[in-house]
């Protein structure tokens, strides 16, 4: 399986990298859409949320984004995960966008 996130999990592929444990990894995002935009992902591969994940792994990703948004040092911030193509979803490698650094648009939901 060609899955860029990954090759970045496996050093293939360089990328930012903000916070690391086991399970997570958290890097900047190639093509930012904001100040701050970094991908949270797990580091062994899911789809998306429409898959099940396993408790350890989803209580990993919930801390992963709260280290990643400590070491960024910012206060407010935004999660968004797309889920399927029809959602806009590129990479078939969950991922969580943590945006923040500017005063964000009100919420599309
Ligand atoms: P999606 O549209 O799937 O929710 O988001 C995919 C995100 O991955 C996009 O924001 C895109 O810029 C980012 N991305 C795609 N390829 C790479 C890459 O090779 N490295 C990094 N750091 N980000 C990537
Ligand atoms: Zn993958």
């Known amino acids: ?7 970045i999990v496996k050093g293939e592929l360089p990328a930012r990298v903000v916070y690391e444990d086991e ?4 890097f900047h995002d190639i093509n930012p859409q ?3 935009h970094v991908l949270l992902i797990p580091k062994r591969h ?3 949320l429409s898959e099940e994940i ?8 919930v801390r992963g984004i709260r280290e990643t948004v400590r070491r960024l040092n910012v206060r407010d911030y935004r999660i968004i ?5 029809d959602a806009g979803q ?4 969950l991922h969580f966008h943590i945006i ?4 964000l648009p009100p919420d599309t939901v």
């Open 1 to 7: 399986m060609d899955c860029v996130f990954c090759r």
């Open 23 to 26: 399970q997570v990894m958290a």
């Open 34 to 36: 904001a100040p701050i």
């Open 46 to 48: 899911v789809e998306n």
């Open 54 to 61: 396993p408790p350890e792994l989803a209580h990993a990703l």
């Open 81 to 85: 995960s797309n889920s399927g193509r």
């Open 90 to 93: 590129e990479v078939f490698h």
């Open 100 to 103: 923040a650094g500017l005063e």
